[in-house]
């Protein structure tokens, strides 16, 4: 069974993180959420247990992960696919941390997918990784165009990483990693029971 490992932080964009885990266990994908905090929610407290076991989305709604994000419990040993949500507060947090950035390093050097939505397109960038194509929110495509070649296609498949737009390009972008974690039929019965309809991303 594939497995992933969703990352959520406060102001993570609650559809991009929702359709895109949702999304991925109706495929049989094991997926994982977990916590990264910024060092704000951790600093007056001192510990990630004494803060509510919840992330408060872009939106206000919150989200209970699964774990907290521990760099050794998230190694690419572990899991397949590696996904890193938008919103812009969310997206920052995460993409700036750096056990995250050397784990989508090591995601990609192991052969495993990498999966980035809307502002979490950052994480690319922050990373290091080699000029390829890319997109993103057009939020924050100047600080993209120069190091990627930048695309405005929905969803774009760049070997082992996969980039798309914003909450309306989520579930093209969930399908697509369904597609390339369990394949083609794996898709289109996943896609079937959603009604989507004609002629749309399904």
């Known amino acids: 069974m594939p497995s992933a490992l969703i ?13 895109t885990y949702d999304t991925l266990v109706r495929a049989g994908v094991a997926c994982t959420s977990a916590f990264v905090s910024d060092e704000k929610r951790d600093g007056d407290s001192g510990s990630y247990e004494s803060n509510p076991p919840f992330a408060k989305g872009s939106r206000g709604i919150k989200i209970l992960p699964d774990t907290y994000f521990s760099p050794q419990a998230a190694t690419p040993d572990k899991y397949d696919l590696l996904v890193i949500p938008g919103g812009a507060k969310g997206a920052d947090t995460i993409s700036s941390n750096s ?10 050097k192991a052969g495993k997918f990498v999966g980035m939505i809307c502002a979490g397109s950052l994480a690319a960038l922050r990373s290091g990784l080699d000029k390829q194509p890319i997109t993103s929110h057009p939020s924050v495509r100047d600080q993209l165009k120069d190091a990627f070649e930048y695309s405005e296609e929905p969803v774009v498949v760049s070997g ?6 914003g909450p309306g390009t989520a579930f ?16 289109a019965e996943v896609a079937g029971p959603m009604i989507f309809p004609p002629g749309t991303f399904a």
């Open 160 to 165: 082992k990483l996969v980039t798309s737009r």
């Open 99 to 108: 056990p995250v950035q050397h784990l989508v390093r090591e995601y990609l």
């Open 172 to 187: 093209p972008f969930a399908l697509t990693l369904v597609e390339l974690l369990c394949g083609k039929d794996k898709r």
């Open 7 to 19: 990352l959520i932080a406060d102001g993570t964009e609650e559809m991009e993180f929702t359709i």
